[in-house]
DNA sequence: GGTCCTGCGTTACC
DNA sequence: ACCGGTAACGCAGGACC
C-alpha cells in the first residue's frame, strides 16, 4: 500500500526488546494514520589516535559481547562497525555501536571504558531525535509512504487498541516534491474551577472551540445557551468532555498555561472521583514529565500550551506588558476576555453564571484564534528544527539552535558532542562572567539631525567571519596561522578552518536574507515565519555557546565575539568622529551621531566606505535618521545615563528606549506624565508647552484629582515570598494577598499604591518615616494616597532629568519659587 | 534620628 | 535552569555620627 503522510506526533514503543516509532499523521484525504517504524539504534566509540587495526578487531570483538540486564530487559550489541567520522571538526577514527534498545546506550557505553576509547558519544541522544536522523522521516512535511497495512494483533495488541483510520507498517519513505497542504485541526480548551489550587476544588465547567464548534461543559446549573451542555455530575461532565475530544479527533489539543493548570487539574480530578481521564488514541492518560515546569503529553493528540511558544516565539516583538491571555490576545488579534469577577460557583446568581459561561467560552475562543495566528510558527519552527511540535512548542532558544545543529550535522560528518552532566553543569554555572557589549557614555542634551548606523546581526557575523566555536577553538597555546583575541585576563587561539558551527550560522544567516527577500515577494504567514525562525536561530546563537546547558558550550568563543565587536565598534566611532561628525551614543552594535553640517547622502557614504573595509560577512546598515532626540543624566552623578534615550522621526514617531515611560514598574499617571512631556520637548524642540503641562498635572495630584488607578504600581514577584532577603512593597503586599486566601503564583504582577503616614509613620515634623512598605496597600484597600510620594517618588524623578537639559530645576516646577527645594511644596 | 553607602531586586537595552 | 552581558534606579538595611 501506498499513502502520502504527514507525520504529526512522534511517539515510541518497546516490542521484545526492541525500539518501534509509532508516528501519528494524516494522509491527504484527511484520515488519521499510525505509522509503525522502525530504526537502527547505536552510538558511537570515538579511538584514540594511532590505535592498529588489529587492537581495534579485539575491542570490537569485547564490546559486540557486551550484554546488559535492566529492567527485566536483556539488551546487547548487535553489531560494531568502523567509520572515519569527525568530532568536533577533528578526523577520527570510531566503531559505531549497533544495540538492540536505546534505552540501554548508555548502560552499554559505561561497559566500554578500555584504555583505547577516548570519547563515548550519542548514547544521549533521545528515541525521536535519532528516528528522524536515521529515517529522515520529518515533522510536518509530506512524505510517500510505501507500507503494510496493519490489522490484527500485532505488536501485542498496540496496533489494535489505537483509534486511528489506518495503520501501516513503513517500509520505504520518501519526501514528496511537491508538498501538498496541510491544515491542523485544532481543539482549543479551557476550565473553570472553585479553587485555583490543582484538584483542590471542583471542576466547574469546560469549553471546547474547534471549527465550527463551540462547547461549554457544565453540571451545575442549566442555560439557554445552546453551546452549554448539561452533565450529571463533574464526573460526567469530565466524561463528556474526553468524548467530545474523541470525537472532533484533533491533531492538536490547545490551552494557555494548560500544562500548569487546566490539564493536571483535569486529571486530578479525575482521579479523585475514582475514572481515567483516557484522552490518548490508545486510551492513555496524560503524562506528566517532572521537573520544574510540568509538561502534560497526550498519546497521539499534540497537547500545546501556547504560553510557553509565545513566551520564546514572540515576547521579545510583544509590547504587552504581561504575557496573560487576555494581554497576548488583545495585541495579536484586537480582542479581549470578557470582564468576570471570580466567585465561588456557590455564590453565583443567575445572571453570573449566564457572564460565567460566556467568559468561559471566549478563553477557549481567543486560545484558538492565538493558536490559528501562531499555528505558521509552531509549523515552521517544527520544520527547520526538525523536531515534533510537542516539544518544539515548548523549547527554549538554546534547544532550538542546538536542535537545528544536530539535525545538520551528519552534512559535516560529526559525531554529536554529549549533553554536559549535572555535576558538569555546576561547574559551568559557577565561572565568571566575560566581558560583553561596549556602551558609549552619552553627553546629556537635546540633539537634532542625528543619524543611526547599526551592525547586522552583528555577534552572529562575528563568529561567522572569525570561526568563533568550540571546535576552533585551541586554548590558550599560541600555535601558526591562529587568531588570536585578547579577552581581558588572557589570551585565547582560534583555527582559521572553517568548521561546522560558522559554516551552518552562515547558512541561517543567509537563509534568513533569502527568505526575507521571499517574503517581500511574496508576503505569506509562512514566509513570514520561516524568514523568523531564521533570525531567532541566527540571534541564538551566540547566547547558545555562553550557555552552560550547550552541548557546544565555549565561553571563549563568547569572550571573544564581545571582544572582536567591541573592537570594532569603537573603531568606527573614531572614523566617524574623524569624518567631523560626532559620535553622542552607542550601544552594542548601534552608533548615533549628529550629521552636524553633512548631508544624509554624505551619511550614505561614509557608510559605504566603512563597509568596503569590513571582514568577511560583518556588514554595518542605515538604521534611521531622527529629527531629534534627547539624553539625560543619571539620577546620581552628572553622567549621561546609558541605555536611556528618545528619539522623534521625520515622520514624528517617537522612540522611546529605558525612560520610565517604558518601564511598567512605574505607575501609569509617571508614565504618561514623561511621555507626554517628551512627546512635546521632541515634537518642536520646546520644553514651555511640556512644563505648563507637568505643572497641570501636579495640582491635579496635590487637589487629589488624579483617581486611584493611574498610581497603581505594579511589580513582579520573582520568587517565593520567603527567600526575599530584603523585603520590598510587593513582597509585603503578596504576603497580605496570601493571607487573605487570594491566589499568589510566582511571575504574578503584584498591584499596590502608597497611602498616606499614620501618626506613628510620622516624625515629629510631620514628615513620613520608616519603610514605604508598611505604607503599600491593596488597590481596594481603604485609605488616601500620598500625594508627597507619588510627587517626590513618582511623578518628579520621571520629569526632572529631561527637564535638567533645559535648565529648568525641579523646585521651580513644583511651584515655579527659584529658592525652594525638591521636597519643600 | 538623620545621612550615607551598599546590596537586593526589578526591569530595561541590545 | 532551560540564550549572554550591561545598566539604571528604587528600596531596605546597616554603619556611622
Redesign the pocket.
Not at 494524516?26 to 488519521?32: I, M, Q, V
Not at 525562525?533 to 571563549?556: D, I, T, V
Not at 554624505?602 to 560583518?618: D, F, Q, R, S, Y
Not at 517626590?792 to 520629569?799: G, T
Given at each position: 500500500m501506498e499513502i502520502n503522510f504527514i507525520p504529526i506526533d512522534y511517539d515510541y514503543f518497546d516490542f521484545n526488546g526492541r525500539n518501534y516509532a509509532k508516528i501519528i499523521g494524516r494522509d491527504e484525504k484527511g484520515r488519521e494514520v499510525c505509522l509503525i517504524d522502525e530504526c537502527d539504534v547505536y552510538f558511537w566509540a570515538i579511538l584514540h589516535e594511532g590505535v592498529n587495526d588489529k587492537k581495534i578487531m579485539k575491542i570490537r570483538e569485547k564490546i559486540e559481547k557486551i550484554v546488559v540486564e535492566k529492567e527485566a530487559r536483556t539488551s546487547r550489541v548487535l553489531k560494531t562497525e568502523v567509520h572515519d567520522k569527525n568530532y568536533l571538526g577533528k578526523k577520527v577514527k570510531a566503531i559505531k555501536i549497533f544495540v538492540t534498545n536505546f534505552k540501554d546506550s548508555h548502560a552499554i557505553a559505561d561497559e566500554i571504558d578500555f584504555k583505547e576509547i577516548n570519547k563515548r558519544r550519542e548514547y544521549d541522544l533521545g528515541f525521536i531525535t535519532k528516528y528522524v536522523l536515521e529515517r529522515k522521516l520529518k515533522p510536518l512535511i509530506w512524505h510517500k509512504i510505501e507500507g503494510e497495512i496493519l490489522n490484527n494483533n500485532e505488536f501485542g495488541g498496540i496496533v489494535n487498541s489505537l483509534d486511528v483510520d489506518l495503520c501501516l507498517r513503513a517500509e520505504k519513505i520518501n519526501e514528496l516534491e511537491k508538498q501538498l497542504e496541510f491544515k491542523p485541526r485544532i481543539l482549543a480548551y479551557d476550565v473553570e474551577t472553585d479553587d485555583f489550587e490543582i484538584g483542590k476544588g471542583q471542576i466547574v465547567m469546560i469549553s471546547l472551540v474547534g471549527e465550527n464548534f463551540k462547547k461549554v461543559l457544565s453540571f451545575k446549573k442549566n442555560s439557554k445557551k445552546t453551546y452549554v451542555e448539561m452533565f450529571k455530575d463533574e464526573e460526567e461532565m469530565i466524561k463528556g468532555f474526553i468524548k467530545h475530544v474523541k470525537k472532533y479527533s484533533p491533531d492538536i489539543l490547545v490551552g494557555y498555561f494548560s500544562d500548569g493548570f487546566d490539564l493536571p487539574y483535569l486529571r486530578a480530578r479525575a482521579e479523585k472521583n475514582g475514572f481515567k481521564l483516557n484522552l490518548g488514541l490508545d486510551n492513555s492518560q496524560p503524562v506528566f514529565s517532572r521537573?520544574?515546569?510540568l509538561t502534560g503529553k497526550i498519546r497521539g493528540i499534540v497537547h500545546i500550551d501556547l504560553l510557553k511558544f509565545i513566551k520564546?516565539a514572540y515576547s521579545?516583538y510583544l509590547t504587552s506588558?504581561t504575557l496573560s491571555l487576555n494581554d497576548v490576545a488583545s495585541e495579536l488579534l484586537g480582542e479581549k476576555k470578557l470582564d468576570f469577577e471570580f466567585k465561588h460557583s456557590s455564590k453565583l446568581n443567575p445572571d453570573e453564571w449566564e457572564k460565567y459561561f460566556e467568559y468561559n467560552l471566549q478563553d477557549s475562543v481567543l486560545t484558538y484564534k492565538l493558536s490559528e495566528k501562531a499555528w505558521p510558527d509552531l509549523m515552521e519552527f517544527s520544520k527547520v528544527m526538525q523536531e515534533p511540535l510537542f516539544d518544539i512548542s515548548r523549547d527554549?532558544?538554546?534547544?532550538n539552535v542546538e536542535n537545528y545543529l544536530i539535525h545538520n550535522l551528519s552534512r559535516f560528518n560529526e559525531i554529536i558532542e554529549k549533553r554536559p552532566l549535572a555535576d558538569e553543569?555546576g561547574e559551568r554555572r559557577m565561572r565568571e562572567?566575560?566581558?560583553?557589549?561596549f556602551?558609549f557614555q552619552p553627553k546629556p542634551g537635546l540633539y537634532e539631525n542625528i543619524c543611526f548606523f547599526?551592525f547586522t546581526s552583528?555577534w552572529p557575523s562575528i563568529i561567522v567571519t572569525f570561526n568563533l566555536s568550540k571546535s576552533s577553538f585551541l586554548g590558550s597555546e599560541k600555535e601558526k596561522n591562529t587568531l588570536e583575541i585578547d579577552i581581558g585576563k588572557k589570551k585565547v587561539y582560534f583555527s582559521k578552518e572553517p568548521e561546522f558551527f560558522s559554516e551552518m550560522l552562515k547558512e541561517i544567516i543567509e537563509k534568513r536574507k533569502q527568505y526575507k527577500k521571499e517574503y517581500a515577494k511574496n508576503p505569506n504567514p509562512f514566509t513570514k515565519a520561516r524568514s523568523n525562525a531564521f533570525k531567532l536561530l541566527a540571534?541564538?546563537s551566540?547566547?547558545?555557546q555562553?550557555?552552560?546547558?550547550a552541548r557546544y558550550y565555549c565561553p571563549e568563543a563568547?569572550a571573544a565575539t564581545?571582544a572582536i565587536s567591541r573592537d570594532f565598534t569603537k573603531k568606527t566611532i573614531e572614523l566617524i568622529n574623524k569624518r567631523d561628525y560626532e559620535v553622542i551614543y552607542s550601544?552594542?552594535?548601534?552608533i548615533a551621531f549628529k550629521l552636524n553640517k553633512h548631508s544624509k547622502k554624505e551619511a550614505l557614504e561614509l557608510l559605504e566606505e566603512i563597509n568596503k573595509n569590513l571582514p568577511g560577512i560583518m556588514e554595518l546598515d542605515l538604521e534611521d535618521f531622527y529629527k531629534r532626540g534627547i539624553w539625560?543624566t543619571?539620577?546620581?552623578g552628572e553622567?549621561g545615563?546609558?541605555?536611556?534615550y528618545a528619539l522623534i522621526d521625520e515622520k514624528e514617531k517617537l522612540k522611546?528606549?529605558?525612560f520610565e515611560t517604558?518601564?511598567?514598574?512605574w505607575c501609569d499617571l509617571s508614565r504618561e506624565t514623561q511621555n507626554k512631556v517628551l512627546q512635546d520637548i521632541l515634537k518642536d524642540g520646546n520644553e514651555k508647552k511640556a512644563l505648563t503641562y507637568v505643572k497641570e498635572v501636579i495640582k491635579k495630584l496635590k487637589e487629589r484629582k488624579i483617581p486611584l488607578n493611574e498610581l497603581i504600581i505594579?511589580?513582579?514577584?520573582?520568587?517565593p515570598i520567603e527567600?526575599?532577603?530584603?523585603?520590598?512593597?510587593?513582597?509585603?503586599i503578596a504576603k497580605k494577598m496570601k493571607e487573605q486566601k487570594m491566589p499568589i503564583d510566582i511571575g504574578m504582577?503584584i498591584e499596590y499604591f502608597?497611602s498616606e503616614p499614620e501618626k506613628h509613620q510620622k516624625?515629629?515634623?510631620g514628615?513620613a518615616?520608616g519603610?514605604?512598605?508598611?505604607r503599600a496597600r491593596l488597590p481596594e484597600e481603604k485609605g488616601e494616597y500620598d500625594v508627597e510620594y507619588y510627587l517626590k517618588?513618582q511623578i518628579l524623578?520621571a520629569v526632572e532629568?529631561i527637564f535638567e537639559v533645559f535648565n529648568v530645576s525641579a523646585k521651580e516646577l513644583v511651584d515655579g519659587k527659584k529658592q525652594m527645594r525638591l521636597g519643600d511644596f
Amino acid at each position: 500500500m501506498e499513502i502520502n503522510f504527514i507525520p504529526i506526533d512522534y511517539d515510541y514503543f518497546d516490542f521484545n526488546g526492541r525500539n518501534y516509532a509509532k508516528i501519528i499523521g494524516r494522509d491527504e484525504k484527511g484520515r488519521e494514520v499510525c505509522l509503525i517504524d522502525e530504526c537502527d539504534v547505536y552510538f558511537w566509540a570515538i579511538l584514540h589516535e594511532g590505535v592498529n587495526d588489529k587492537k581495534i578487531m579485539k575491542i570490537r570483538e569485547k564490546i559486540e559481547k557486551i550484554v546488559v540486564e535492566k529492567e527485566a530487559r536483556t539488551s546487547r550489541v548487535l553489531k560494531t562497525e568502523v567509520h572515519d567520522k569527525n568530532y568536533l571538526g577533528k578526523k577520527v577514527k570510531a566503531i559505531k555501536i549497533f544495540v538492540t534498545n536505546f534505552k540501554d546506550s548508555h548502560a552499554i557505553a559505561d561497559e566500554i571504558d578500555f584504555k583505547e576509547i577516548n570519547k563515548r558519544r550519542e548514547y544521549d541522544l533521545g528515541f525521536i531525535t535519532k528516528y528522524v536522523l536515521e529515517r529522515k522521516l520529518k515533522p510536518l512535511i509530506w512524505h510517500k509512504i510505501e507500507g503494510e497495512i496493519l490489522n490484527n494483533n500485532e505488536f501485542g495488541g498496540i496496533v489494535n487498541s489505537l483509534d486511528v483510520d489506518l495503520c501501516l507498517r513503513a517500509e520505504k519513505i520518501n519526501e514528496l516534491e511537491k508538498q501538498l497542504e496541510f491544515k491542523p485541526r485544532i481543539l482549543a480548551y479551557d476550565v473553570e474551577t472553585d479553587d485555583f489550587e490543582i484538584g483542590k476544588g471542583q471542576i466547574v465547567m469546560i469549553s471546547l472551540v474547534g471549527e465550527n464548534f463551540k462547547k461549554v461543559l457544565s453540571f451545575k446549573k442549566n442555560s439557554k445557551k445552546t453551546y452549554v451542555e448539561m452533565f450529571k455530575d463533574e464526573e460526567e461532565m469530565i466524561k463528556g468532555f474526553i468524548k467530545h475530544v474523541k470525537k472532533y479527533s484533533p491533531d492538536i489539543l490547545v490551552g494557555y498555561f494548560s500544562d500548569g493548570f487546566d490539564l493536571p487539574y483535569l486529571r486530578a480530578r479525575a482521579e479523585k472521583n475514582g475514572f481515567k481521564l483516557n484522552l490518548g488514541l490508545d486510551n492513555s492518560q496524560p503524562v506528566f514529565s517532572r521537573g520544574a515546569m510540568l509538561t502534560g503529553k497526550i498519546r497521539g493528540i499534540v497537547h500545546i500550551d501556547l504560553l510557553k511558544f509565545i513566551k520564546t516565539a514572540y515576547s521579545q516583538y510583544l509590547t504587552s506588558e504581561t504575557l496573560s491571555l487576555n494581554d497576548v490576545a488583545s495585541e495579536l488579534l484586537g480582542e479581549k476576555k470578557l470582564d468576570f469577577e471570580f466567585k465561588h460557583s456557590s455564590k453565583l446568581n443567575p445572571d453570573e453564571w449566564e457572564k460565567y459561561f460566556e467568559y468561559n467560552l471566549q478563553d477557549s475562543v481567543l486560545t484558538y484564534k492565538l493558536s490559528e495566528k501562531a499555528w505558521p510558527d509552531l509549523m515552521e519552527f517544527s520544520k527547520v528544527m526538525q523536531e515534533p511540535l510537542f516539544d518544539i512548542s515548548r523549547d527554549g532558544m538554546s534547544s532550538n539552535v542546538e536542535n537545528y545543529l544536530i539535525h545538520n550535522l551528519s552534512r559535516f560528518n560529526e559525531i554529536i558532542e554529549k549533553r554536559p552532566l549535572a555535576d558538569e553543569i555546576g561547574e559551568r554555572r559557577m565561572r565568571e562572567r566575560y566581558e560583553g557589549a561596549f556602551v558609549f557614555q552619552p553627553k546629556p542634551g537635546l540633539y537634532e539631525n542625528i543619524c543611526f548606523f547599526d551592525f547586522t546581526s552583528y555577534w552572529p557575523s562575528i563568529i561567522v567571519t572569525f570561526n568563533l566555536s568550540k571546535s576552533s577553538f585551541l586554548g590558550s597555546e599560541k600555535e601558526k596561522n591562529t587568531l588570536e583575541i585578547d579577552i581581558g585576563k588572557k589570551k585565547v587561539y582560534f583555527s582559521k578552518e572553517p568548521e561546522f558551527f560558522s559554516e551552518m550560522l552562515k547558512e541561517i544567516i543567509e537563509k534568513r536574507k533569502q527568505y526575507k527577500k521571499e517574503y517581500a515577494k511574496n508576503p505569506n504567514p509562512f514566509t513570514k515565519a520561516r524568514s523568523n525562525a531564521f533570525k531567532l536561530l541566527a540571534n541564538a546563537s551566540y547566547g547558545y555557546q555562553g550557555f552552560f546547558g550547550a552541548r557546544y558550550y565555549c565561553p571563549e568563543a563568547s569572550a571573544a565575539t564581545t571582544a572582536i565587536s567591541r573592537d570594532f565598534t569603537k573603531k568606527t566611532i573614531e572614523l566617524i568622529n574623524k569624518r567631523d561628525y560626532e559620535v553622542i551614543y552607542s550601544d552594542t552594535d548601534s552608533i548615533a551621531f549628529k550629521l552636524n553640517k553633512h548631508s544624509k547622502k554624505e551619511a550614505l557614504e561614509l557608510l559605504e566606505e566603512i563597509n568596503k573595509n569590513l571582514p568577511g560577512i560583518m556588514e554595518l546598515d542605515l538604521e534611521d535618521f531622527y529629527k531629534r532626540g534627547i539624553w539625560v543624566t543619571k539620577r546620581t552623578g552628572e553622567f549621561g545615563a546609558k541605555k536611556k534615550y528618545a528619539l522623534i522621526d521625520e515622520k514624528e514617531k517617537l522612540k522611546i528606549r529605558g525612560f520610565e515611560t517604558v518601564r511598567r514598574d512605574w505607575c501609569d499617571l509617571s508614565r504618561e506624565t514623561q511621555n507626554k512631556v517628551l512627546q512635546d520637548i521632541l515634537k518642536d524642540g520646546n520644553e514651555k508647552k511640556a512644563l505648563t503641562y507637568v505643572k497641570e498635572v501636579i495640582k491635579k495630584l496635590k487637589e487629589r484629582k488624579i483617581p486611584l488607578n493611574e498610581l497603581i504600581i505594579r511589580t513582579q514577584l520573582k520568587k517565593p515570598i520567603e527567600e526575599y532577603k530584603a523585603e520590598g512593597p510587593h513582597v509585603t503586599i503578596a504576603k497580605k494577598m496570601k493571607e487573605q486566601k487570594m491566589p499568589i503564583d510566582i511571575g504574578m504582577l503584584i498591584e499596590y499604591f502608597i497611602s498616606e503616614p499614620e501618626k506613628h509613620q510620622k516624625t515629629k515634623n510631620g514628615k513620613a518615616k520608616g519603610p514605604i512598605r508598611e505604607r503599600a496597600r491593596l488597590p481596594e484597600e481603604k485609605g488616601e494616597y500620598d500625594v508627597e510620594y507619588y510627587l517626590k517618588n513618582q511623578i518628579l524623578p520621571a520629569v526632572e532629568n529631561i527637564f535638567e537639559v533645559f535648565n529648568v530645576s525641579a523646585k521651580e516646577l513644583v511651584d515655579g519659587k527659584k529658592q525652594m527645594r525638591l521636597g519643600d511644596f
